[in-house]
């Protein structure tokens, strides 16, 4: 059972590069959400899915994109980096529906654009 | 726009001492309110609460969510070394069923424990 598993653990892109950010988990959970992390900034909201098919924005959606095709999968799209989307990324995933009502995590990805 | 706020934002204090960290949204359709830990990497996560008053306890650790004040305490007693990290309180909320989706977080308060 490996949880929530995300791909690459480090980044480095040029501005005006585009790459994908891999979030997988085997839990069967409904929920996925991506956030990112700043110092002094907590965790902030980018995008949100409950359910296979269903997305929505956060707080930060900008300069990004998603889909949830499966219910495994939630890949978050950067389309032209920029400096300012130098951050720490945690992709996580929970199942209200069962009680699970705690995100659980997965170890991040630390992204640098140039 | 939903907004948790934190206090301290960090904390210094010695092995044994007791802390108490502050939460307090302001959100539109409060459901519960969430603490994690944040230690090198992940958040993992310690409590939630939807009732107002009621204690969760886990160890060392307990909570206390006040909705008449819309905030929250997370105390640490006889805190250890191993209690450094970032502690963070998020809100969840929105109508129906699909509120869990969304959380607001808090900027975290880092607590540092000295031997």
């Known amino acids: 059972n490996a949880g929530v598993t995300q791909t690459p653990k480090f980044q480095v892109l040029k501005t005006g590069q585009s790459m994908t950010l891999q979030c997988a988990q085997d839990m069967n959970h409904e929920y996925m959400s991506w956030y990112r992390q700043d110092p002094g900034m907590g965790l902030r909201l980018i995008h949100y899915?409950?359910?296979?098919?269903?997305?929505d924005q956060g707080e930060v959606p900008n300069g990004y994109n998603v889909s949830r095709s499966t219910t495994e999968d939630f890949p978050l799209r950067l389309l032209s980096a920029a400096p300012s989307q130098t951050s720490v990324y945690f992709c996580a995933s929970s199942n209200p529906r069962t009680g699970r009502y705690g995100y659980t995590f997965g170890s991040g990805t630390r992204l640098t654009v140039v | 726009e939903d907004k948790v706020v934190q206090s301290p934002l960090s904390l210094v204090v010695h092995e044994g001492d007791t802390v108490t960290l502050n939460c307090s949204y302001e959100?539109?359709?409060?459901?519960?309110l969430l603490w994690y830990k944040q230690e090198k990497k992940a958040p993992t996560f310690l409590f939630m609460l939807?009732?107002?008053?009621i204690e969760k306890k886990s160890g060392r650790l307990s909570s206390i969510l006040d909705k008449k004040e819309l905030s929250s305490i997370l105390n640490i007693t006889a805190t250890q070394t191993g209690d450094s990290a970032i502690y963070l309180c998020a809100v969840a909320s929105g109508a129906g069923g699909t509120s869990y989706g969304k959380l607001t977080f808090g900027q975290g308060t880092i607590l540092t424990v000295h031997p």
């Open positions: 939807t009732s107002s008053g």
């Open positions: 899915s409950v359910g296979a098919g269903i997305t």
């Open positions: 959100v539109t359709n409060f459901r519960s």
